[in-house]
């Protein structure tokens, strides 16, 4: 089997100049790419401009104006059986599912990535951390996290835990096949020769041509938390009313959905665009970053 060789990441500005350039060049070729950096964009302002765009807040009640249907005067999606703008939630809502996708990944990232290079670099650590990994992975990702969730008890930080540690068995499996990979490449072997540390090679050589590999997974990781995060708040074990939460506004919908069906679309939309986003701009990722990719200028 033929290895394909990574050459070593040359930390200088120019080589991140280059990596930017490879970027935006593999992105102007993949107009599917480009368009899941747009919804995304439009996604991450959504949620940092929630106070400003959002005409109402959260939870306020206007019980005066109860099951508006959409485009009505003041309400631009409608609002739900307490009177409450849909819109206004659903941008709260697109800020906490960003809240909690992005804490879930820097614990997956931050906890998986040491771990997995350690397991990849040294076979006597492998076969520890390998199989309390398979052990971890016979269990559905959502099982264990609702597990988890339950026990902490629902709270935004609770839930952003629980979906970070469920997500770590599969940053571990990605950044350990990564490091079996470059650990047999020409620069590593002459590091070894060279009586360089374990430690130096992974921090100077291994880890830095592992990160296309952890940059792509974690956007796979986002996505799966904003649904993750939307079913442990259906299910009560995440965000608490009356805050607001997809999820929560999906749970709260389902008593009134044939009265009012635009109440539980709306918000499955915004998960949907979310989701596709990031998958679309995580494709577009993926062939940029790969040293073996070649994209036609």
């Not at 959504?46 to 005409?55: C, N």
């Not at 026990?151 to 990564?178: D, F, H, K, W, Y």
């Not at 506004?249 to 998960?271: E, H, K, N």
């Amino acid at each position: 089997m033929t290895t394909i060789e990574t050459p070593p990441v040359d930390s200088s500005a120019a080589s991140l100049g280059s990596a930017r350039g490879r970027l935006w060049n593999s992105l102007r070729h993949n107009p599917l790419g480009l368009t899941g950096g747009i919804m995304l964009l439009v996604v991450v302002l959504t949620g940092l401009l929630a106070p400003v765009i959002a005409p109402y807040g959260p939870s306020e009640v206007h019980f005066d104006g109860t099951f508006q249907a959409p485009g009505t005067v003041g309400y631009i999606l409608g609002t739900d059986d307490l009177g409450r703008d849909i819109f206004s939630r659903m941008v709260y809502g697109i800020q906490v599912s960003l809240q909690v996708g992005v804490l879930s990944v820097l614990l997956a990232v931050v906890v998986g990535t040491p771990l997995g290079l350690l397991a990849g670099y040294w076979r006597w650590l492998d076969g520890i951390i390998s199989r309390l990994t398979d052990v971890t992975l016979a269990f559905p990702f959502l099982i264990i996290a609702v597990a988890l969730a339950a026990i902490s008890g629902p709270s935004l930080s609770n839930a952003a835990i629980a979906l970070g540690v469920a997500q770590i068995p599969t940053m571990i499996r990605v950044v350990r096949g990564e490091t079996l990979r470059i650990k047999e490449t020409d620069f590593v072997m002459s590091a070894t020769t060279m009586n360089a540390s374990g430690l130096r090679i992974i921090f100077r050589h291994v880890l830095p041509n592992c990160m296309s590999a952890i940059i792509v997974q974690a956007t796979v990781i986002m996505p799966v938390a904003v649904i993750g995060e939307a079913l442990l708040s259906f299910l009560g074990l995440g965000i608490q009313p009356p805050a607001s939460s997809l999820g929560i506004m999906l749970s709260d919908a389902q008593q009134y959905v044939t009265r009012s069906p635009t109440a539980a679309i709306f918000p499955g939309i915004a998960i949907a665009v979310i989701c596709l986003g990031f998958h679309l701009f995580g494709d577009a990722l993926r062939d940029a970053l790969d040293p073996t990719n070649t994209t036609r200028k």
